[in-house]
């Protein structure tokens, strides 16, 4: 990533933008959905619920787990995946503070 320049940030600004490339996508969007719903799956039972070939599925759960959004543990032949609180909670932390700076300005802008 030298071409990004990402030493010159904070590493809370790099784990925030990986966090947010990764949900960049409207399928891995919907892949958060389902379980948030169904609280753990596993691979199969996304191909199931979304209109995407598996190999498809499999790569957004790569990416979503590189980013830390979700985790997966092995079960037999399978990986059971759920969310990773750590991830949103640092968005949520992120949030919090945007929220905070603007409610003390109240001021209009632009």
Do not use: W
Request: net charge neutral.
């Amino acid at each position: 990533m030298g071409l990004t320049k990402t030493q010159y940030f904070t590493t809370q600004q790099n784990e925030l933008a990986n966090i947010s490339k990764a949900l960049g996508h409207p399928a891995r969007l919907a892949i958060i959905d389902y379980l948030l719903k169904v609280d753990t799956c596993i691979c199969g039972d996304i191909v199931s619920e979304l209109p995407l070939a598996q190999a498809t599925i499999s790569q957004h759960l790569k990416e979503l787990k590189n980013a830390g959004i979700i985790k997966g543990t092995i079960e037999g032949t399978a990986i059971c995946y759920c969310i990773d609180e750590k991830a949103i909670e640092i968005l949520k932390q992120y949030f919090d503070t945007i929220l905070l700076s603007l409610e003390k300005k109240k001021t209009e802008c632009c």
